[in-house]
């Protein structure tokens, strides 16, 4: 089966879930 949009979408958020976790402290330190 070819990846659907939706789980490309799932696995777009997962990564950007994450990015975001770890960006919270550096993006506290730039504001």
């Known amino acids: 089966m070819k990846p659907t949009a939706k789980a490309k ?3 777009a958020n997962l ?3 994450k990015l975001l976790q770890n960006g ?3 993006s506290k330190r730039i504001t």
């Open 24 to 26: 919270k402290s550096r």
């Open 9 to 11: 979408w799932n696995i």
């Open 15 to 17: 990564t950007e879930r």
